[in-house]
């Protein structure tokens, strides 16, 4: 199976744009998780595993972080496509944050169409509107031109500044596969 690793940037959580120049120049948490894809159908919803770490580094680098944004990267060796929020406003990508302190839980959906992009090809392009592909390749043909990564952005997110984060999650729902997605 394809191997797909998130981070979480470390900034202000801008909104995502079409121009790679914005992609290239954010700073990431050494915090990673990294896991095996799994094997997946359509409109299968995908959780990622436990990005607890990673959204305590985001949340310690930045106390007044509202908007929090996610890489993930693939290993090029397949990859699914996710819905994104232009794809479908009910299966868009969610974060779930559950943390202790007596506050509970916090679910975050996307809620525009410019908080999920891709980024793809040579010359690192940006779509900000259609479905989203992560894991590595853009398309079936798995060539160096159609390499991949995605960003998620979650806006407006409220994380009381005493509450310990124990569990975090991305959920997507399934598109499409490639042919290589095992």
């Given at each position: 199976?394809?191997?797909?690793?998130?981070?979480?940037?470390l900034?202000?959580?801008?909104?995502?744009?079409?121009?790679?120049?914005?992609?290239?120049?954010?700073?990431?948490?050494?915090?990673?998780?990294?896991?095996?894809?799994?094997?997946?159908?359509?409109?299968?919803?995908?959780?990622t595993?436990?990005?607890?770490?990673?959204?305590?580094?985001?949340?310690?680098?930045?106390?007044?972080?509202?908007?929090?944004?996610?890489?993930?990267?693939?290993?090029?060796?397949?990859?699914?496509?996710?819905?994104?929020?232009?794809?479908?406003?009910?299966?868009?990508?969610?974060?779930?944050?559950?943390?202790?302190?007596?506050?509970?839980?916090?679910?975050?959906?996307?809620?525009?169409?410019?908080?999920?992009?891709?980024?793809?090809?040579?010359?690192?392009?940006?779509?900000?509107?259609?479905?989203?592909?992560?894991?590595?390749?853009?398309?079936?043909?798995?060539?160096?031109?159609?390499?991949?990564?995605?960003?998620?952005?979650?806006?407006?997110?409220?994380?009381?500044?005493?509450?310990?984060?124990?569990?975090?999650?991305?959920?997507?729902?399934?598109s499409?596969?490639?042919?290589?997605?095992?």
């Amino acid at each position: 199976n394809a191997e797909l690793t998130v981070s979480g940037e470390l900034g202000d959580g801008n909104a995502l744009s079409r121009k790679a120049a914005d992609y290239q120049s954010m700073r990431f948490t050494n915090s990673k998780v990294t896991m095996k894809a799994p094997t997946v159908t359509t409109d299968q919803i995908f959780t990622t595993d436990n990005l607890a770490n990673v959204v305590q580094e985001m949340k310690d680098n930045n106390s007044d972080l509202e908007n929090y944004t996610f890489k993930v990267d693939g290993d090029q060796k397949g990859s699914f496509v996710m819905r994104s929020r232009n794809n479908s406003s009910t299966k868009a990508p969610k974060l779930i944050v559950e943390y202790t302190s007596g506050y509970g839980e916090c679910v975050a959906e996307i809620t525009s169409a410019k908080d999920d992009a891709e980024e793809y090809g040579p010359n690192l392009s940006m779509d900000t509107s259609s479905s989203v592909k992560i894991g590595g390749y853009r398309s079936s043909s798995m060539s160096a031109s159609s390499k991949s990564r995605a960003a998620f952005r979650f806006p407006k997110i409220e994380i009381p500044e005493t509450a310990m984060i124990e569990d975090a999650y991305l959920e997507l729902t399934t598109s499409s596969t490639t042919s290589a997605n095992n």
